[in-house]
């Protein structure tokens, strides 16, 4: 016992002979839970020290005290002691990192929802790109599909044009080849007319008798014989030349005329005539033809060598098989025998319904009779019975600007034009449709009312005139602009909208031209003015345009040209827009109906539909 107490009494000093009392406290100890913590105060009391010794115990005998409750002190319970309470003493710097985790460990969850957030962003862009690169496939695909076409459109135009080419090669040859025939044609019937002249003449031989015979023979006598010189020769050709020249220029009526049967003394008187003057168009003979006249003179007719033969038969009449009596000028009828004659349904068919000696719109009878009002029926469609009743009722005056232009039948302006059927609806009273001074040309207005008035009482129809020549451009337009500002019809006027707009798409007009559509432009309607404002936006869009700079003077002078066209590439860009959306959805399981709207449990608009990024991802696998 007493070795062990010397030992705790040896430990005792050294602890108190420490330099620092209370030892430092470098790391906190772990907590105790609150059950060891009694436990251990239970067993252990805390006594105070002075200078190093307990219970001011200063001789530095180590002596045992007694304790409370009558127990012995225990040191290694005082260290133990010292150690409990440095556990209730907590650093600072711990706080501080504590606090600091917390705050990184927020900071953490934020940066971990930022990256799931663009982790979203990226995966909804990945896909937005693979449907770009998909649209542009398409393009691509319908780019090459149309170079392909243009091309097979650029070969197929290439041998048209050889083709036609080829026609007016073969269509030139035909001409010329039909020129020939005309030719040799005009050759053979001269050469044919001139075969049968001599035929003809040789069947009205005169008969011979004595006293003739004795006339031609006493003519033999005195007269010397013609005989054959190439200067006759050369004059009878050029005779026979004349002759033939004559026959052509003469008809052919008058070449086959119808000849009546003679009397045998008119034609022995003919033939001694023409005998007569054959022997007086003699020529002079040469020297070296004198000596054979006497051996020519006995091959002559004499009294002895005379043939008496009968009488020629009477000519054959020549007869055409076209009966020319038909076509010949009709007599006049005499002023009293006159008559008129009111039209008949089978002389109406052939357009001839006026009586003779009066004017078509004299005859025009009116009747009490009602027509239909139809502005959108073609009056050219209907028969004249139904467009003369267009003609009945009163009649009014159309003004322009206090002019009066022309006076017209109420109901056939309100049948041909909507706005004067409006008009006159409106004020059935009125007496005259006043149009303001400058709104159309006054000739083109009487032009298109003169038409109007015609379909009355005019056997057959036709449509306003239209010439084609391009300085006649304005004045076309001008009557297109009547027809407008009249409220006309479209289909009036329709063959002079499908002329302009022909050339206004082939571009075979001018800017004059198109200055000229759009100062004349009837905004309400007017389908050439629409015709060049889309024709312009095509070449534009296409890079077609030769001279900009007038087009954009063109347009900064009608800013309704402008207007119109900006408003065209609007529609086609919606248009665009729409045709690609409608692509897209169709290659994404259809459009919006298809694939379950909003709100239907189907597709992906119903209440089962996934979120934006389940769809993304779903889509991107």
């Known amino acids: 016992m007493s070795s062990g107490v010397n030992f705790w009494a040896a430990g005792n000093n050294r602890v108190k002979s420490s330099s620092s009392p209370t030892p430092a406290i470098t790391e906190a100890p772990p907590k105790l839970k609150p059950d060891t913590m009694s436990q251990q105060k239970k067993g252990f009391v805390l006594k105070p020290m002075k200078n190093g010794t307990v219970n001011g115990d200063t001789n530095g005998s180590i002596t045992p005290t007694s304790t409370l409750n009558g127990r012995k002190t225990n040191w290694a319970d005082e260290e133990e002691d010292s150690e409990f309470l440095a556990q209730f003493t907590k650093d600072p710097r711990i706080n501080t990192l504590e606090t600091t985790i917390v705050l990184k460990d927020e900071r953490v969850k934020e ?9 979203l962003r990226i995966a909804e862009l990945e896909a937005a790109v693979q449907d770009r690169d998909h649209r542009i496939y398409d393009l691509e695909a319908d780019s090459d599909d149309k170079g392909v076409r243009i091309g097979k459109l650029e070969e197929a135009n290439h041998e048209q044009c050889i083709q ?14 039909i020129d020939v025939l005309e030719h040799e044609l005009s050759q053979k019937k001269m050469a044919i007319i001139h075969d049968l002249e001599p035929n003809s003449s040789s069947t009205a031989q005169a008969p011979t008798n004595c006293e003739e015979v004795a006339i031609v023979e006493k003519a033999n006598t005195n007269t010397p014989i013609a005989t054959k010189t190439p200067d006759t020769e050369s004059f009878k050709d050029h005779k026979e030349t004349e002759f033939e020249k004559a026959i052509s220029d003469t008809d052919v009526s008058d070449s086959f005329e119808i000849v009546e049967a003679s009397k045998p003394e008119e034609a022995t008187k003919e033939a001694t005539e023409a005998v007569a003057k054959e022997d007086t168009f003699s020529v002079k003979t040469s020297p070296d033809t004198s000596s054979e006249k006497s051996t020519l003179a006995n091959l002559y007719v004499t009294k002895d060598t ?7 038969p009477k000519p054959k009449t020549l007869t055409f098989p076209i009966d020319f009596s038909k076509y010949a000028k009709k007599p006049t009828v005499p002023p009293a025998t006159r008559q008129s004659q009111s039209p008949s ?3 109406s068919r052939n357009g001839h319904t006026t009586p003779w000696g009066r004017s078509a719109k004299q005859a025009r009878v009116k009747t009490d009779a009602k027509p239909n009002l139809n502005p959108s029926a073609d009056i050219r469609q209907m028969s004249l019975i139904e467009r003369s009743k267009y003609a009945n009722g009163p009649e009014v005056v159309v003004k322009l600007g206090g002019i009066d232009l022309m006076t017209i039948p109420k109901y056939l302006l309100m049948q041909c034009s909507a706005k004067a059927l409006a008009y006159f609806d409106a004020n059935p009273d009125a007496t005259s449709w006043d149009f303001p001074a400058g709104s159309m040309d006054a000739d083109s207005a009487k032009v298109c009312l003169t038409w109007m008035d015609e379909m009355t009482f005019q056997g057959r129809v036709y449509s306003i005139t239209l010439s084609a020549v391009p300085t006649h451009d304005k004045k076309n337009l001008h009557i297109c602009h009547v027809a407008r500002v009249m409220g006309l019809n479209n289909t009036y006027v329709g063959h002079f909208t499908k002329q302009l707009c022909d050339r206004i798409r082939n571009n075979e007009v001018s800017y004059e031209f198109m200055d000229t559509v759009c100062e004349l432009a009837y905004r309400e309607n007017d389908p050439i003015f629409d015709c060049l404002a889309n024709n312009l ?11 900009v700079a007038s087009l954009e003077r063109l347009m900064a002078k009608h800013a309704a040209l402008k207007g119109k066209m900006d408003h065209i590439k ?9 045709a690609s959306d409608s692509r897209e959805g169709s290659q994404y399981g259809g459009s919006k109906e298809r694939r379950g709207g909003v709100g239907n449990k189907g597709g992906y608009g119903g209440s089962g539909a996934p979120s934006n990024a389940v769809s993304l991802f779903a889509r991107t696998r």
Do not use: C, F, H
Request: aromatic residues 2%; glycine residues 2%.
């Open 537 to 547: 936006v095509n070449q534009m869009k296409v890079g077609a345009v030769k001279d």
């Open 345 to 347: 349904p089978v002389s």
């Open 164 to 177: 036609v080419q080829e026609l007016v090669r073969d269509i030139a040859k035909k001409d010329e080849r």
């Open 111 to 119: 940066l971990e929802a930022t990256v799931v957030t663009k982790t």
């Open 306 to 312: 005379l043939k008496v033969v009968p009488p020629a």
């Open 570 to 578: 609007y529609m086609m860009a919606k248009r665009m827009r729409k």
